[in-house]
Every structure is written in structure tokens, then in C-alpha cells.
């Protein structure tokens, strides 16, 4: 077991004792979502994730979210569009949720994220993992 599912195993771990009312449930459920999401290898880390947003018609707004300026928003609908149902639904059974619920919420906070791991207007470099876990622990507290 890699480092990586260690980190997941805890996530999820946190993640089903917020579900049953132990812990910040809205949080917990969402970073669980987020770094599922991250590491789905149909989606391919965030360079993937900006690949498909471009490949959709969405370069626009996924640009937004890496640049200085404003995020654009994006819509429950958009994000099944652009990720599919694949990875969606493997969040989605993950977490006891519908992959509508799971699309809802990276509606609200994927921009954000993305914002959160493209501080310079620049795609990360290096180790993308310890970045984006280290961000995301931050993102959530806020």
C-alpha cells in the first residue's frame, strides 16, 4: 500500500465518521470527493482535469479558475458533461452518495480548489500529491 491509499484510507475513514455525525460532515465528504476526484486515473491528476474541461467547450472557465482573476462558475450539469459518469459514480458509491449530489458539490468547490492549487496562474509541477493534499487540508478549514 502506497503512501497515497494510506492517505485516502484515512480520508474516507473521516469521511464515514462525519457521515455518521462525528465530525464536520460537509468538509470531510467534499475532500473526499475533491481528492477522489484528483486521483482517478480516467480523469489524469489536474492536467487531465484541464484537458477535459478544454476538450468539452469549458476551456474558458476552467482557465479562470488558474488565472488571477475571477472564477467563472460552473453548473451540477457542466461537470457531468465534462467528467462523465465514470469517475462521478466511483465517488459517488465511495461516499453513499447519487453522483448528482457528487457533482453538486464540486460545483461549489472545484473551482476554488483549482484556484487553491494554481496559486501563480500555473499548473503545479512536482509532486502534484503532496501540493494538492497539503491545499486541500487548508481549502476545507476556510
Not at 459518469?85 to 453513499?96: F, I, T, Y
Request: no cysteine.
Amino acid at each position: 500500500m502506497g503512501l497515497f491509499d494510506s492517505i485516502a484510507g484515512q480520508v474516507a475513514q473521516q469521511a464515514a465518521s462525519a457521515l455518521s455525525g462525528k465530525h464536520n460532515a460537509d468538509g470531510n465528504q467534499i475532500m473526499t470527493m475533491l481528492t477522489g476526484l484528483l486521483n482517478n486515473p480516467e480523469i489524469g491528476g489536474i492536467g487531465g482535469l484541464v484537458s477535459a474541461f478544454q476538450k468539452n467547450g469549458l476551456g474558458d472557465v476552467v482557465a479562470s479558475w488558474i488565472s488571477n482573476n475571477t472564477n467563472l462558475p460552473i453548473s451540477a450539469e457542466q461537470i457531468q458533461s465534462v467528467l462523465g459518469q465514470g469517475p462521478l459514480q466511483d465517488v459517488a458509491s465511495k461516499m453513499g452518495l447519487s453522483s448528482g449530489d457528487v457533482a453538486s458539490a464540486l460545483s461549489e468547490r472545484l473551482p476554488g480548489l483549482v484556484d487553491q492549487l494554481t496559486p501563480n496562474g500555473q499548473l503545479p509541477s512536482g509532486d502534484l500529491m503532496a501540493q494538492g493534499l497539503g491545499m486541500l487540508k487548508g481549502f476545507m478549514k476556510s
